[in-house]
């Protein structure tokens, strides 16, 4: 196994346990996950430091679910690509919430590596999901009120803007987001 393949491989080993216990979990317990020896981590990666920056570099990185877009089949109607593509953007959120929020609450200050803000950092990740979601657009781009660029743009701060509802407010499904985004408050008539 090459060094980047055993490193990726701890990665994802320990991702979970992250989730779990943030940065209080120990060497053993990466070593357990992974299915290896504490120093073979250790020669993986130089410190534990290291090894967190790493995770949190592969939870940040979109390619999960711009391939779960990718894989949403064209010829489905606008709606249900649109649900689909919502659900695995949730997800991803989800999954990068959960690691973020397990890391800052066991003491890590957030994401130390500045690299996260240049080549393969947020606003790329944006611009590839954005362009993703305008692919999703584009075979009905002959109905369309907005250019499939436009219509991707407010279709993500929609999805986005909309988790940040107050605690006692029941929020609107999946299908009830794509619904309002497509149709409006508005009844037809």
């Known amino acids: 196994m090459s060094a980047e393949d055993r490193r990726a491989m701890i990665v994802h080993a320990v991702l979970p346990l992250l989730v779990e216990h943030g940065a209080n979990v120990t060497s053993s317990q990466i070593a357990r996950a992974a299915g290896i020896g504490e120093g073979t981590v250790f020669r993986a990666f ?8 790493a995770c949190t570099a592969e939870a940040l990185r979109p390619d999960h679910v711009l391939d779960a877009i990718a894989e949403i089949p064209a010829d489905l109607p606008l709606a249900d690509r ?39 950092g947020r606003r790329e990740s944006m611009a590839a999901i954005r362009g993703a979601m305008v692919e999703l657009f584009t075979p009905d781009r002959d109905r369309l ?6 219509l991707a743009g407010l279709f993500l701060t929609l999805l986005f803007g909309g988790r940040r509802l107050a605690p006692d407010v029941e929020p609107p499904t999946t299908r009830q987001v794509v619904d309002f985004f497509l149709h409006g408050a508005v009844e037809a008539g």
């Open 46 to 53: 130089k410190d534990k430091d290291e090894l967190l920056d």
């Open 82 to 120: 649109l649900v689909e593509a919502a659900e695995a953007l949730g997800a991803h959120l989800e999954r990068m919430g959960a690691l973020m929020s397990a890391l800052h609450a066991s003491g890590r200050p957030k994401h130390r590596d500045p690299a996260h803000r240049g080549k393969g």
């Open 145 to 150: 009120r907005l250019p499939p660029e436009q």
